[in-house]
């Protein structure tokens, strides 16, 4: 009950935020490039997409006998079984188009501001990495997404076991993964998973750097700080969905491959879900550029405010000494 209360407070907040960043993206922004203000345009409607999924049906997976469930327990769900399969096929497919989109945006910015820099095998690289995520979320349509009615005694099994309450009409999905296709699932998905994490991590160095040999930093060290805040925070925040979306697979995956029960992980698995919609590289770029305007207008405000104290002084020195 609290889990599902805490996701429901996190899905309305990461709804409303979305919203209201969309607003600011398409409206308010000051992106050059009108390719970019897309992308990001792009990224945060599945970010909202998300939070509307994980808001109405609340996907939860499960294991049991080795096999892979996934049910529905939201505010709409079980309604009807074809609401529950779009839903919850909906939702891991944004889940994967999301992490895919990360590596697309973080690929334009690195071919946006290092134009200098054409490496062949680089942008192979990402690439490939996002085509596989692309493979493998359609792995998951293919072996996840089936309903099959023997199914229904491991689905309640598996809910006394974890002491949840038990819905009549709530969808089982699931499939069967050969021994072998699992291995290589498994590895595929841990390769891509920490391939697009040290993507980031080139990237955003790449860039740092990049400014660096432009000039773009201040010789001011208060602001040369806040260059430096402003990139080690876009580099935390750009890794932080990557990893959100890829460890509950992962962890499902792993499972399923072990014969292991996840019980109560897998509630908060979905609240971890649920937090991409709020912590993700768009929040922090609008945050830091608002704390940045706010520093600098206050550096400015303070520097003109000494500068006139430093006259008055003077002229009233001068008047004393006359």
């Not at 327990?73 to 889940?95: C, E, K, N, Y």
């Not at 990360?102 to 820099?117: E, G, M, N, T």
């Not at 432009?214 to 990139?231: A, D, I, P, V």
């Not at 305007?293 to 004393?320: C, D, E, I, P, Y």
Request: hydrophobic share 50%; aromatic share 12%.
């Amino acid at each position: 009950m609290v889990h599902h209360l805490i996701e429901t407070v996190m899905n309305s907040l990461s709804i409303v935020f979305n919203c209201y960043l969309l607003y600011l993206i398409r409206y308010h922004s000051t992106f050059g490039e009108k390719l970019y203000k897309h992308l990001l345009t792009i990224d945060s409607a599945l970010d909202l997409m998300l939070g509307v999924t994980t808001f109405v049906a609340q996907p939860m997976a499960l294991t049991g006998n080795g096999q892979l469930l996934v049910i529905t327990t939201g505010f709409l769900a079980d309604r009807s079984r074809l609401f529950d399969t779009s839903i919850t096929t909906l939702f891991v497919w944004i889940l994967h188009t999301n992490v895919v989109w990360i590596a697309v945006q973080f690929l334009y910015r690195y071919r946006l501001l290092c134009k200098s820099s054409k490496s062949f095998i680089s942008n192979t690289l990402i690439v490939t990495v996002a085509v596989t995520h692309s493979a493998i979320a359609f792995v998951v349509f293919h072996f996840t997404f089936q309903a099959r009615p023997e199914f229904q005694p491991m689905f309640h099994a598996v809910l006394d076991l974890n002491n949840w309450p038990n819905h009549s009409n709530n969808y089982i999905a699931g499939g069967d993964i050969k021994d072998g296709l699992l291995v290589v699932f498994v590895v595929l998905s841990v390769v891509t998973c920490w391939s697009s994490i040290f993507i980031v991590i080139w990237c955003e160095k790449s860039i740092a750097k990049h400014f660096n040999e432009l000039g773009e930093y201040s010789t001011q060290s208060s602001t040369q700080k806040m260059h430096k805040e402003f990139q080690r925070a876009l580099l935390a925040m750009a890794i932080c969905p990557l990893v959100t979306t890829t460890l509950p697979v992962l962890y499902f995956m792993f499972t399923i491959a072990f014969r292991l029960n996840p019980g109560i992980i897998s509630a908060l698995m979905t609240i971890c879900l649920s937090s991409i919609t709020i912590f993700n590289p768009l929040t922090i770029i609008i945050c830091f550029r608002c704390y940045r305007h706010a520093t600098l207008r206050l550096f400015t405000f303070w520097s003109h405010k000494n500068s006139v104290g430093q006259t008055r002084n003077a002229v009233s020195a001068t008047r004393s000494s006359n």
